[in-house]
């Protein structure tokens, strides 16, 4: 087992690595921008190191400098947690030919699944069913259209070496589709530094399905069930559950192994997320995967009982996963919400700031809140909204959803704007208590007719 480890990330996913590795007994290296030598990841762990000033491009994504600091503090490992250098499989390489551990799966692998074009292909031919698109990478405006017109519309425009929603873009009519295609490679050149794009078929009416795996060196590999992961704005989760409330045993028998198969196609190590979409016929195709923890991934903590960071460890310090599939049990239902310093009435925009006053939700059986914020902290505007998870379960579905009502009711924070209505909102939305949305009930249902009064 390492005896110490580097946190190249920060905020809530940092604090939740941390406290993993103390419950190890492993110490731990917090890195920080200028921005952040007050966050609590950094006052939490054994060392912490300034690596940069306030912009990500110069502390958080210099990977030079998240290098340096490991080999100065003597760390054998590196946990990337999501976001960030997460999934840079140039990162994950620099770290193995540094001979520092990279809590995650191989360069190779990250990029093999990184570009979603070749991911595509390398599923065909593990015989994983895929959503319809083109065969490789579009081009031109020109090939996109002739593609276009031979899958039909409406489709989606995605950008190969894409993710967290952007370089994606849903096109109607043919019309449409010269403005969205040059918009959407202009986002992914920005974005990373590419703009190979591709096409697929919308898949709609369909439900957002995601499969936890987990994945040794020795080839062995399990699933750790699904989470619906419907419920999105603009591409972005909103809020999680865990399992799926409208999948039957036999489909859920046939998604788990599916992933799992999935994850054996590429020897899949460390843990993972193979994402699928489901239509009204329960057809399911696979998205991509995602070669990094989620940020939703304790729901599915709640539901097994096992602790996914200390097993993301624990495979990267190569040992045996010696959890079998038949291991696995799952308890209840789990719901996650993301509390954002946004203001949903002004089109989500951030707010940073001071937090005045801060109670968090507590106490009572199947209450857990994942955060790096304290009272008199202050948000920069820097880097993602995200400031807390809030996380409840109950033996039933109804008991989950009462509990973060219950949970939302008695969060206070003040001093900035977050989502807490909004999300308060959506929980108890009628269609929502019943199960009934689908990738679409955000935008089209619920957002139209929503107001913050």
């Known amino acids: 087992m390492f005896d110490k480890i580097l946190i190249a990330n920060r905020g809530e996913i940092a604090t939740r690595i941390i406290r993993a590795c103390q419950e190890l007994e492993i110490k731990t290296v917090a890195i920080y921008s200028e ?29 030079h ?13 590196i946990h990337p947690g999501f976001g960030f250098l997460a999934e840079n499989s140039l990162f994950a390489e620099m770290c193995e030919e540094c001979q520092i551990t990279f809590i995650g799966p191989k360069s190779k692998t990250i990029e093999e699944m990184g570009n979603k074009i070749n991911a595509r292909k390398i599923m065909l031919d593990a015989k994983v069913p895929v959503i319809p698109g083109s065969d490789g990478a579009v081009d031109s405006i020109e090939d996109a259209m002739k593609i276009a017109k031979k899958i039909g519309y409406p489709l989606m425009l995605k950008a190969a070496a894409g993710g967290g929603g952007k370089g994606i873009r849903k096109v109607l009519h043919a019309k449409e589709l010269p403005h969205h295609f040059s918009s959407a490679q202009q986002e992914s050149l920005a974005a990373f530094g590419s703009g190979e794009m591709y096409i697929e078929k919308i898949i709609y009416p369909a439900k957002h399905i995601e499969v936890q795996i987990l994945g040794d060196q020795f080839g062995h590999a399990i699933h750790l069930g699904e989470r619906d992961c419907s419920l999105q704005r603009n591409n972005q989760k909103v809020l999680e559950e865990a399992p799926g409330f409208s999948l039957s045993d036999d489909l859920r028998t046939r998604i788990g192994d599916t992933a799992i198969k999935a994850a054996k196609a590429v020897s899949y190590e460390n843990a993972g997320t193979i994402e699928f979409l489901v239509d009204e016929e329960n057809n399911f195709y696979f998205m991509e995967m995602n070669t990094r923890i989620q940020v939703e991934h304790p729901v599915t903590e709640m539901i097994t009982g096992i602790d996914i960071v200390k097993w993301q460890i624990k495979i990267a310090a190569h040992q045996k ?59 920069p505007p820097f880097y993602d909204s995200m400031i807390a998870k809030i996380i409840t379960h109950g033996q039933t579905r109804e008991e989950a959803l009462l509990k973060m009502k219950r949970a939302l009711l008695e969060l206070v924070v ?5 989502n807490q209505m909004f999300q308060l909102d959506l929980l108890t939305h009628p269609l929502v208590i019943e199960g009934s949305y689908d990738t679409s009930f955000l935008q089209k249902e619920f957002l139209p007719n929503w107001s913050q009064d």
């Open 35 to 63: 921005a952040d030598k007050n966050a609590l990841h950094v006052a939490l762990a054994d060392e912490a190191i300034c690596i940069g000033s306030s912009k990500a491009s110069e502390s958080y994504l210099n990977m």
């Open 65 to 77: 400098n998240v290098l340096s600091a490991a080999i100065v503090t003597g760390a054998q490992a």
């Open 321 to 379: 996963l010696t959890l079998t599939q038949s291991d696995v049990s799952f308890s209840g239902h789990a719901i996650e919400c993301r509390l954002n310093a946004e203001n949903p009435a002004f089109n989500f925009a951030p707010s940073p700031g001071k937090i005045t006053s801060l109670i968090l939700p507590s106490g009572g059986i199947g209450l857990r809140v994942d955060s790096a914020m304290y009272q008199d902290y202050t948000i």
């Open 414 to 418: 003040e001093g900035v704007t977050t």
